[in-house]
């Protein structure tokens, strides 16, 4: 392995787990929203709150496994915090039954869109621990959801590491 491909993947590693780190450091009822835009920097997308103020959204992808929702009030608190890319979530999501909205709503802003003739596949990386992997969702030209994928990436499975 080359020198440049060794630094280049401990840099993508440290970025990862330095991005993981961070929104735990984010305290709902303590920390400000410009605390939160400090800290993690600005969101990847906000959304109005149907209840009042808005979500901040932060996907860390194409390469990370989490998205983080929080919750921030019309006086500018953090009011709560949410890793969307969980088992539960992705369960939540029903084919026939979920538009594109509500996806968007639940798992936050894929990684990866791609376009077929008759459908849409949008993309996730999740972590399926030991493993990770992606979470696919399709869509008819509609909206709704056709049917979802779990595609596993065995070669981050723990015990090929054992084996080396």
């Not at 440049?4 to 990862?16: D, E, F, K, Y």
């Not at 890319?85 to 509500?102: D, F, H, N, W």
């Amino acid at each position: 392995m080359s020198m440049i491909s060794r630094m280049t993947g401990t840099l993508m590693l440290l970025g990862v787990l330095a991005g993981c780190a961070m929104p735990a450091s984010i305290v709902p009822g303590s920390t400000t929203a410009d605390e939160l835009q400090k800290r993690l920097g600005q969101p990847t997308d906000k959304r109005a709150n149907p209840a009042g103020g808005e979500f901040w959204e932060y996907a860390y992808g194409p390469f990370g496994t989490e998205t983080w929702l929080f919750g921030v009030d019309r006086g500018q608190m953090v009011r709560s915090a949410e890793q969307l890319l969980t088992l539960k979530q992705l369960y939540r999501v029903v084919p026939g039954v979920s538009t594109e909205a509500q996806v968007r709503e639940l798992l936050g802003k894929p990684r990866k869109i791609t376009r077929f003739r008759e459908e849409v596949a949008w993309e996730w990386r999740v972590d399926m621990s030991p493993n990770t992997g992606q979470f696919v969702v399709r869509f008819d030209q509609k909206g709704v959801a056709t049917g979802i994928n779990v595609l596993v990436d065995i070669s981050s499975d723990s015990r090929d590491k054992d084996q080396k």
